[in-house]
């Protein structure tokens, strides 16, 4: 009789360790996603980082044509941005061109109606060849018509930047 309530009692007690264990990672887990919704609260999206050494978009430019690619903080305009789920956006650079602003390990999306709206943002530019069915795929996000999607025929050298963080 001894050694069945002595095991019941041993069974009670490792019962109401697990027990505790899961309310600590219950505990751990929301704690977690009171700091994700906190992180989402802010103007951030994507990694913060430090807005003030801001690099003036025309010398962007000037170190993208010399150098195979650069690290920048620059501030822009969007002009567009993909309707189907904000994955990418087209900013106006000054030399009349455009630039493609893509997100790091397509980690964040952007507010659809972002355009015409500044932001800041970190990360990485380069000039790069964009093949066909690359330049067919964005234009069909970017609502184009079939026409115009028909018309793109041929690889074209682009202005990219790939955001690791973008401040709204």
């Known amino acids: 009789m001894k050694k069945i309530f002595l095991s019941i009692l041993v069974f009670a007690a490792l019962l109401n360790s697990c027990s505790q264990k899961e309310s600590s990672e219950q505990t751990s887990e929301l704690e977690e996603k009171e700091e994700v919704e906190i992180e989402k609260e802010s103007d951030f999206l994507g990694e913060s980082f430090e807005v003030e050494n801001e690099t003036p978009l025309d010398l962007l430019i000037s170190d993208m044509n010399s150098n195979d690619s650069v690290m920048a903080v620059v501030e822009v305009k969007v002009t567009e941005v993909c309707q189907a789920k904000g994955c990418w956006m087209k900013v106006d650079l000054p030399n009349g061109e455009s630039m493609r602003v ?22 990485t530019a380069k000039i790069e060849e964009t093949d066909v069915e690359t330049l067919k795929h964005f234009a069909e996000d970017g609502g184009k018509s079939a026409e ?7 690889p074209r050298m682009d202005y990219k930047f790939v955001a690791s963080g973008v401040k709204l």
């Open 148 to 154: 115009e999607i028909a018309q793109i025929t041929e």
């Open 102 to 123: 893509t997100f790091k390990d397509y980690g964040f999306f952007m507010p659809k109606d972002l355009a015409g709206k500044s932001v800041k943002m970190y990360g």
